[in-house]
C-alpha cells in the first residue's frame, strides 16, 4: 500500500492511521459524561483493531512490549462510545465509559495532580 497523502489523511474521509517509527498512535481517553482526561496511553495496530473488534481499551504496553487490555487486572475497564481522529491522524480521543477508576493509583484521573511552582498538589476527587 502506498503512503496517503497529506491531504487524503487531513481533508480525505478514509481512516489512514499514521503510526510513529515505533508502530504507535497516542491515545487519550476522556470520560463521555464529564470529558474530564482520564488517560493518555499508545495504540498500535493490534490495539486499535482489538479496541474496535470489542468495544473495550486496548493499548499497547511499552514497558510490558504487549497488548494490553485496560482494566485486565482491576476490572476497571474502559467502554469506548466513540473514536475521534485528530487532523493529521497520529492521535486518537477515546470517549469512553469508565468502569471505576481509570489510574493504577485508584485515582478517577491519572491527572491528579496539580503543578504549583515546583510542588505537586493532588487534587480534590
Aim: aromatic share 6%; glycine share 8%.
Amino acid at each position: 500500500m502506498t503512503d496517503a497523502t497529506t491531504a487524503e489523511r487531513e481533508l480525505g474521509s478514509a481512516f489512514l492511521p499514521r503510526f510513529d517509527a515505533q508502530g504507535l498512535l497516542i491515545a487519550i481517553a476522556v470520560d463521555s459524561q464529564t470529558r474530564a482526561i482520564l488517560m493518555v496511553a499508545y495504540m498500535d495496530a493490534e490495539a486499535l483493531a482489538k479496541t474496535r473488534e470489542t468495544g473495550l481499551a486496548h493499548f499497547h504496553s511499552r514497558s510490558r512490549g504487549r497488548l494490553w487490555l485496560k482494566g485486565e487486572t482491576s476490572g476497571h475497564f474502559l467502554r469506548v462510545e466513540e473514536i475521534l481522529v485528530d487532523c493529521d491522524q497520529d492521535a486518537l480521543q477515546l470517549v469512553v465509559r469508565p468502569e471505576g477508576p481509570a489510574c493504577h493509583t485508584g485515582a478517577p484521573s491519572c491527572f491528579y495532580r496539580r503543578l504549583e511552582g515546583d510542588r505537586l498538589t493532588r487534587m480534590p476527587g
